[in-house]
């Protein structure tokens, strides 16, 4: 219990001591620590980045799928549309095709019956002549009862 | 063991005093104040726990890994981290020596203290044993292997840390600040006579109480421990056993008690030494 000069030789060690830690210890770590402190900030903020930007890609391709599902749709309904206006025409022309044979045919028609009609009127004449002749037993002039016989014709 | 420590029960008084004697170079003190004498063993130990400390630090701060930190780097990251906490809540602004003085502080006193906990006869037996080997008379060799039982070691402390004080007063306060603090300091300028009185005491009760806290305590588990070294004989051996499980308990919570005090301490007046003049 007493000061002796062991107090300079401990007084000298402790001070090259806080020195040599100074130097050698507390500044090398406390920078390292600041560092790595640092640079696990900068991770955290490029992850956190990352994980924006993946959201915003997200939203976007969302967006794109939904764009994409629009413009699907309406070109399947447009192609609906088309498709039933191809129809429409379709039928529309069958139709007319249809309607414009059957006028030819009936025309045609027509015109066999009025050629029967023709051709019987033609023989209606010479059958009657023949017939009455036959009745009558003579000849009968076919020019002299031209006026009776053209009367039987027109209504046949 | 040898004959120093082996009849310690058959003379308990002189057990204690031969253990509690410093190996010295000059003598033993005649005052309370020699500086003629030079503890060679205080020195040896502090020499040896500083050049530990120091190699250690050494070590780890050469290799520094900031991605992969490994064993005793953790240890040392952990304790930097601590210190450098302390210095900023009580200390914030803190100048560039004070966290290197702090843990240095802490680690030095831990160290020293931690001699404690070997147990009291192991060292002092240890070199009496080869002092004897070389021919030395065992009653006369002595050694008392923790540094902070002697009081030079923790007033070297504690005369560094004022040293600061005086330092961290003049460089912020200027020399006519630090006067005008010791003038006019905490009963205006109506009492100089009794602020010098005051203010000096305060300043001094620094220090002083520094260093006697941390003898105190270390001088104080030492005794206990060698108290209770002398339960060694037959029937009182179990008794020591628990005793002295309880007594190292304790203690191994004083030890690092004892050095956060000092060091925590050396920030507060170091902290209060760089605030500016302040009115009173």
Known sequence: MNITATLFGQVLVFTFLILFMKRFLWEPVLTAMEDRKARIAEGLAASEKGAEDAKIAEEEAAKTISEAKAQAAEI????????????????????????????????????????????????????????????????????????????????? | MSEANAPAISNPVEYIQHHLTNASLGGHPKALVDFDVFFIDTFLVTVILASLIAFVSWRVGKNLDADNPTGMQNVLETIVEFVNQQVKDIFPNADRLIGPLAITIFMIVFLMNLMDIIPVDLLPGLVTGVASAFGADPHHVYFKAVPTTNLDTTFALAII???????????????????????????????????????????????????????????????????????????AIPGQIILGMLWSIFHLLVIPLQAFIFMLLTIVYLSLASQGVDEH
């Open chain 1, 76 to 156: 399947v309904a447009q192609g609906k549309a088309r498709e039933s206006q191809m129809l429409e025409e379709a039928k529309g022309k069958a139709i007319e095709e249809a309607s414009r044979v059957k006028a030819a045919a009936d025309a045609e028609l027509e015109q066999e019956i009025i050629r029967a009609k023709d051709g019987l009127r033609a023989q209606v004449s010479e059958l009657a002549v023949a017939g009455a002749s036959k009745i009558l037993g003579k000849e009968i002039d076919a020019k002299a009862h031209k006026s009776v016989l053209d009367d039987l014709v027109s209504k046949i």
């Open chain 2, 161 to 235: 840390v004022f040293g600061l004080i005086v330092f961290y007063n003049i460089k912020n306060k200027g020399v006519v600040g630090y006067a005008k603090m010791f003038l006019f300091h905490p009963f205006g300028k109506f009492a100089i006579p009794v602020n010098v009185i005051m203010t000096a005491i305060e300043e001094l009760a620094k220090p002083v109480s520094l260093g006697l806290r941390l003898f105190g305590n270390m001088f104080a588990g030492e005794l206990l421990f060698l108290l209770i070294a002398l339960l060694g004989f037959a029937w």
